[in-house]
Each structure stands twice: as structure tokens, then as C-alpha cells.
């Protein structure tokens, strides 16, 4: 059971949505695809009793399918309950969008009427959100196509942990019905096409009447369908498709009859298309619409075959599958970002990190090398940094001039950094519980894009490029820390740690709603300060991280001290001026060290940058 308080959603949990909703379509028959849907429920959404009622012509439903308990699903399968005790249980209880919840204490009004169902007595429950086994909750299969006409009702019980399931696992039951829905219908519709294809080899004699039915069940399809040639100099090239496909594609029927399928695929699935089967092929890829932009289809093939003459043409049906693929990339950000600033999370700034880092031949010795080249880039721990003041995270906000200190020292960077802005920025007035920030010159030398923007990396943009992670080793670019003479030109990935100064004074005085503005808007401007292919993560709480590859020591430095000119300015929150300041610790990633360890080096320079400013201020007091 997932926790609803955690900002981020499980990706185990996001994996098996995913594989249970990609096996619905797999099934060959009307009553695998139920059976496949009850069993989904069990597998991936987390219940131990899944039902699945279908809707019958005459109204009623009549239970399908059940998963989770044998005994169970001999006493109910096959009973029929009535559509009006069905349509009074779904107007029943508590609404959870698309759900219906109906407690203990108001269900036990339906134990007598005729609908199947199994229920056990227990005690009642010790805590708010405890299930209780007579609850009930139902998830609605509504068809396709954005109208109301019920398909059908799945029935769950006994969630794993004993709790009703919060907004995630809500989320994902309603989610789940609605690609159920459209499994249902496309597995009634495959029946027919089914029915239509052998009363077309079968009967000779009823030929005419069959390709009538074919042809309406081709036409008004509620999904795109395509007749394609099969063999001979036309291999593949589309002899027919319905409006469906048309209006998906946004091309004329004359006009899309001009190509074949590997004319209007993605470049990059061009493979996937030609490694699907002909007999049975199922394919996810993406095809061109008439605008150029690309739209997300799921592709299944059958042959339709003459038994004198062998196969005549390959029949193709196409589903929009972009709502999917759309909700599937919202859930897998959703796991991989803060969900305040937007930002890449701890996580996910762990998982780029790991991928450009390897443990390679000699792995101690390489670690401590590796190690070492940080330490030597720097001089070693000692003298670092100088200046300013922080006690991680409760600073008193104070800054003395020389900023960086042992790092760089302002007016005397080197050439290739044009700072953040002309003006100096004023003391802030002084109130009760606030310290005002000395006078602050931001360094302004010329600036020139720092770092090898043609140097090996594996970012671009706020994205990860997998595809330099995921190369054999042999092939793998090793992470190097630069030397220690800033002037031999050599560059690395740089880990910048920032933790702001003066942040729990802003959150105790003027309330976490403050806090939370002020850490979105000191995202923005780290993401503003930092180049396209660099990455800007939050781990929690005021801490950040910056990942920059292909820059020098000095470079490294001299953006630390452009993040932190960005971040030091007033920021206006509900009428009032609050300001912040910023710690910066520098580590570089060098293969044969653990991402941890690169956290740590970065971790620690911090905060030996914070001790040196407050000595500073203290002396100078």
C-alpha cells in the first residue's frame, strides 16, 4: 500500500499498471480479455478479490469473471443481477470521480437484494481509513467514443494492508477500468471481425452478405482499421481504411491509399514495424498525421486468407493510444520530479548520476585515485572557502564581500563570466527577528559560455539522454575530475551542493506557504542560471543540486558564484521582500566512485564553506 503523504509515486507500482494494462489487449477471445481483466486487478492494482459484471443485451449484468478466491468464483460466476439494484448500488455512497465507495454502514441495506456477491463479517474498524470487509467499491466501464453507455461494473475487495486506497490507488483503479473498457469493446469487435473473415472463407454462397457485414463493421469501427496488400511489387501498401483512421491521421482515404504503413511511421520505429508479425502482429508505435506532429497508435494484424489462393491481404487495427502514453509519461514524472518546483528529485538526480559514473578494473585503487583527483583539484579540504555565514538551513542571512573567498575571489574571476546584473544591491531595512544583509557587489566580469559544449555528455535539456547511459561498457565515456592546475584545460562533471542560508527563519516567521514560494522561485532562478544541457535537482528540504559537465575547476567556481548572485536578490512573496542566501560546496563525479560519495565530497565542501564564512564574520566582529 502506497503512502499518500509521499511526494513521489512508486515506480514498482507505476511498472505493474503498465504491464497489467498492456496485457489486456492480448487476449484472443471475449472471455480471455475478462478473465485477463479481473486477473490484472489481483496482479498490479493491489486487491486480493476482483469481479468483473458485464453488461448483457437485456440490461442485466451477469458476473464474467472473478480472480482471487475459488470458492468464490464457483458460488457467484454466471449469476445475473438486475440493471436496477446495479444502478441503485452506483447511486449509492461516496463519489471518488469515476468510483463509487459504499461503506459498511451503508451497505448492509443491500445484503438481501438480487445482486451476486460475497461478503464475511468482521469486526468494525479500529481506525478511519481501516476496510472493512462489507465495504464495497466499484469502478464503471463506460464505451469508448465520450459517451455514458455502461459496459459493464468491476467489483474489488480487500485491499493489500487493509486500507482504503488513497488518491493514488484511486487514480490507478479508475485508470485501469477505462483502458478495461476499451479492451472489452475491441475484444467484441475482433469477435466480429472474426464471425465477418470465416463466413468469408466458409461460405461461398453468402459471400455477398458477408462483405456487407464486414464492411460495416470496417467503416464504423469506433477505432482506425487499414486493408493492406500483401505480397507481390505493392507489398503493404494501404487499399482501404475507415473514417476512424482518416480522421486519426488527418489525411483523405485517396490520399493516405498512396502509402504504405513504413511511409507514415516514426523514423525511429521504423524497426519496431518491420519485426511485427503479420499473423497476429501487435505493434505500439507512432504514425505521421498530416501536420507532422506524430500521434501514439497500437497496431494489430490479421491476415485474411483465401484457401485456394493463400493470403490476400493483411487487415490492420489501428487504436489512438495518446491519452495512454500521455498519462503514462504524467505518472512517470510525476515519480521522477518534486512536486513543488518541478525539479528532478533526489532520486531521479541519483539514477543520472549513476549513469555516467562505472566501477572499473581495480575498483579500490581506482576509488581512491578518483578521490584523490578531487582533493588535488582543490588544494584539499582546508582554506577552501571563505566568507559569509549559514548553519544549514537556520543562517542568520548574513554575507560578507568576499563572497566566495578561497574559491573566487570577486572582481579578480577570470575571463568568461558576465555575472548577473549591474547594480549593487542595498542593505535590506532591519525588522524584529531579521538581520539585514551587508552591501553585496555581484561579479561581473565578461562572461562566455563556460565549459566544452562539444564535449562528451549525457544530458540535454531537463532530460536525461539514456541512450549514452545504456551503451556497452566498451563504449562507455569515463568521468574524469579535472587536474589540479586550473590552467591544463582539462574538464569534468561537476556536482554543485547548495543549501540556502536563512530559509528556516523565513519558514518559522512567516509560515511554511512562504517557505514553499521561496523555494520555487530560488528553483526558477537555478534553472535559469545554468545551461540546457546541465541539470538542477532538488534533494529535499533547502538543498539542491547542480550537475554541469565539461567545465574546469574555474569554471565550476565561476558558476557557484553566478547561481549564488541569482539567488541572493529579494524575492516578493504576498506583498513582503524576503531574501536568502546560498552555501555552495563543489565535487566532481569521477568513475570508480559511488554516487554517494560524490553527494558526500560536494556535501562536505558545503558546509566547510559555511564554517569558513562564519569564522570570517566572527574575526571581523
Known amino acids: 500500500m502506497e503512502t499518500e503523504s509521499e511526494p513521489y509515486v512508486r515506480l514498482a507500482t507505476l511498472r505493474q499498471l503498465h504491464d497489467v494494462v498492456g496485457e489486456l489487449n492480448t487476449a484472443r477471445s471475449l472471455a480471455d480479455t475478462l478473465q485477463t481483466v479481473a486477473d490484472g486487478i489481483v496482479k498490479g492494482l493491489g486487491y486480493e478479490l476482483a469481479c468483473v459484471n458485464l453488461v448483457q443485451p437485456d440490461g442485466d449484468l451477469v458476473v464474467a469473471a472473478f480472480s482471487g478466491n475459488a470458492a468464490a468464483e464457483a458460488l457467484i460466476t454466471g449469476r445475473v443481477g438486475a440493471r436496477a439494484s446495479w444502478e441503485r448500488r452506483l447511486s449509492m455512497g461516496e463519489t471518488w470521480g469515476e468510483l463509487r465507495y459504499i461503506p459498511h454502514t451503508e451497505g448492509w441495506i443491500l445484503l438481501e437484494d438480487d445482486v451476486p456477491q460475497w461478503y464475511t463479517e468482521g469486526p468494525d474498524p479500529r481506525f478511519e481509513d481501516e476496510w472493512h470487509p462489507q465495504d464495497r467499491l466499484y469502478a464503471p466501464m463506460y464505451a469508448p467514443g465520450g459517451g455514458r453507455e455502461l459496459l459493464g461494473v468491476i467489483s474489488v475487495d480487500r485491499p493489500r494492508g487493509g486500507r482504503r486506497p488513497g488518491p493514488w490507488g484511486r487514480e490507478a483503479l479508475q485508470m485501469y477500468a477505462s483502458q478495461a473498457a476499451i479492451a472489452i469493446s475491441n475484444a467484441r469487435l475482433r469477435a466480429n471481425m472474426q464471425r465477418a473473415l470465416v463466413r468469408l472463407e466458409r461460405e461461398q454462397q453468402a459471400l455477398r452478405a458477408s462483405e456487407e457485414s464486414f464492411r460495416q463493421a470496417f467503416e464504423y469501427a469506433p477505432s482506425g482499421m487499414a486493408i493492406a496488400e500483401m505480397g507481390g511489387d505493392q507489398h503493404g501498401r494501404l487499399l482501404r481504411t475507415n473514417d476512424a483512421l482518416c480522421r486519426l491521421l488527418g489525411r483523405s482515404a485517396s490520399v493516405i491509399r498512396r502509402y504504405s504503413f513504413s511511409d507514415l511511421v516514426h523514423p525511429e520505429d521504423i524497426g519496431t514495424l518491420l519485426r511485427t508479425s503479420a499473423e497476429g502482429g501487435r505493434a505500439e508505435l507512432r504514425l505521421a498525421r498530416r501536420d507532422n506532429s506524430y500521434v501514439w497508435v497500437s497496431l494489430r494484424n490479421s491476415v485474411v486468407a483465401d484457401t485456394t489462393d493463400g493470403p490476400r491481404f493483411l487487415l490492420t487495427h489501428v487504436e489512438d493510444i495518446e491519452e495512454r502514453k500521455r498519462n503514462e509519461l504524467q505518472l512517470a514524472h510525476r515519480a521522477s520530479h518534486d512536486s513543488l518546483t518541478g525539479l528532478p528529485n533526489s532520486a ?28 588535488k583539484a582543490f588544494g584539499g579540504y582546508e582554506g577552501e572557502y571563505g566568507g559569509g555565514a549559514g548553519n544549514g538551513g537556520a543562517g542568520n542571512g548574513t554575507y560578507d564581500e568576499g563572497g566566495y573567498g578561497g574559491v573566487v575571489p570577486y572582481g579578480q574571476g577570470p575571463p568568461g563570466y558576465n555575472g548577473t546584473s549591474g547594480a549593487a544591491y542595498a ?6 527577528g531579521y538581520e539585514p544583509y551587508e552591501p553585496y557587489e555581484p561579479y561581473e566580469p565578461p562572461y562566455e559560455p563556460y565549459g566544452d559544449p562539444a564535449g562528451e555528455r549525457a544530458f540535454h535539456g531537463d532530460g536525461f539522454d539514456a541512450s549514452s547511459a545504456v551503451a556497452p561498457l566498451d563504449h562507455h565515456v569515463h568521468t574524469v575530475a579535472p587536474g589540479a592546475d586550473p590552467d591544463d584545460g582539462s574538464k569534468g ?15 518559522d516567521r512567516f509560515g511554511h506557504n512562504t517557505g514553499d514560494a521561496v523555494l520555487i522561485e530560488v528553483a526558477r532562478r537555478l534553472n535559469t542560471g545554468v545551461r540546457d ?45 524576503v531574501r536568502v542566501g546560498a552555501s555552495f560546496g563543489i565535487g566532481w563525479a569521477s568513475c570508480g566512485m559511488t554516487v554517494e560519495e560524490v553527494l558526500k565530497s560536494a556535501d562536505q565542501r558545503m558546509y566547510i564553506e559555511k564554517r569558513s564564512r562564519k569564522t570570517v564574520q566572527r574575526r571581523a566582529g
Open 533 to 577: 544541457g546541465d541539470t538542477v535537482a532538488r534533494l529535499g528540504g533547502d538543498e539542491f543540486v547542480v550537475l554541469a559537465d565539461g567545465l574546469g575547476a574555474t569554471d565550476a567556481a565561476d558558476l557557484a558564484v553566478r547561481l549564488r548572485n541569482a539567488i541572493i536578490p529579494p524575492i516578493r512573496v504576498d506583498g513582503r521582500a
Open 493 to 507: 562533471l561537476a556536482v554543485l551542493f547548495c543549501d540556502l542560508d536563512g530559509f528556516k527563519s523565513i519558514n
Open 348 to 375: 531521479e538526480l541519483r539514477s543520472r548520476l549513476s549513469a555516467r559514473l562505472c566501477e572499473r578494473p581495480n575498483a579500490i585503487s581506482v576509488r581512491e585515485t578518483a578521490v584523490q583527483a578531487v582533493d
Open 427 to 432: 542593505p535590506v531595512p532591519s525588522s524584529p
